[in-house]
């Protein structure tokens, strides 16, 4: 019940394509979902996020999409660039309550490769 | 932006022996911190969450007489990996929340390679 599957594990786009990364999941006490991304050699760093009750966010380039119902939510790259090539990994945690918020459960990870 | 660091970034050690991996909040109190191991190539596995002031909670299948976490403050929480064998080489990473509970930092990580 803690699991996170993300696909695809790789992807390639060209310049100006838009990625799209897919998570599912199964826990419905999940109610925080961020997408981190990571260079290799690095932490990952934060993206985005979304709480359950919206069903799309924005920040610059990049959009989540949320479907409570069918529990899941992915992430799109707008006019994506080469220096969007990384690890793209998507988790969820439970935000209200307190001490569970922050245990984040990670997918598997998506390397994305931008082509010029 | 707050920032979380992890020293050292890399390190070497022979096998049997200890390491201290620290993780540090800058500019920020954190009340909790989460360690995560990560293989090349694959995602981030939590090991255990580090409350500062009391002991870790480590996830199942996660040794804790082997991977000693300590909380001494609101600002560190380091990671001991005891009698290290080279199976334990792997990038591991912490995270630190806020103490007002609404952001998480994540440190830039630390490869150990046990020979």
């Known amino acids: 019940q803690q699991q996170v599957k993300q696909s695809p594990q790789s992807l390639i786009v060209q310049k100006g394509g838009i990625p799209i990364i897919n998570c599912a999941y199964e826990?419905?006490?999940?109610?925080?979902f961020p997408w981190y991304q990571q260079f290799p050699g690095k932490g990952p760093a934060l993206l985005i996020a979304?709480?359950?009750?919206?069903s799309e966010k924005k920040e610059g380039r990049f959009t989540i999409s949320f479907n409570k119902s069918a529990k899941q939510f992915s992430l799109h790259i707008m006019d994506s660039q080469p220096g969007d090539s990384a690890t793209y990994f998507c988790?969820?945690?439970?935000?209200?309550?307190?001490?569970?918020?922050?245990?984040?459960?990670f997918g598997q990870g998506t390397i994305l490769t931008v082509h010029p | 932006g707050a920032v979380v660091s992890q020293h050292p970034s890399r390190v070497i050690c022979k096998s049997g022996t200890s390491v201290k991996i620290e993780c540090r909040s800058l500019?920020?109190?954190?009340?909790?911190m989460f360690w995560y191991r990560q293989f090349p190539k694959k995602s981030l596995m939590l090991m255990a969450t580090?409350?500062?002031?009391?002991?870790?909670?480590?996830e199942q299948g996660v040794e804790k007489d082997k991977f000693l976490i300590n909380h001494a403050s609101l600002t560190l929480s380091t990671l001991t990996v005891t009698s290290a064998h080279p199976e334990d080489s792997s990038f591991y990473i912490c995270?630190?929340?806020?103490?007002?509970?609404?952001?998480?930092?994540f440190g830039e990580g630390s490869w150990l390679t046990v020979v």
């Open positions: 988790a969820a945690s439970r935000y209200a309550g307190g001490t569970s918020y922050g245990k984040l459960t």
């Open positions: 979304i709480r359950p009750d919206v």
């Open positions: 500019d920020f109190q954190a009340t909790t």
């Open positions: 580090s409350n500062e002031g009391s002991k870790a909670t480590y």
């Open positions: 826990n419905t006490a999940f109610d925080y």
């Open positions: 995270s630190a929340r806020d103490v007002f509970g609404n952001t998480i930092y």
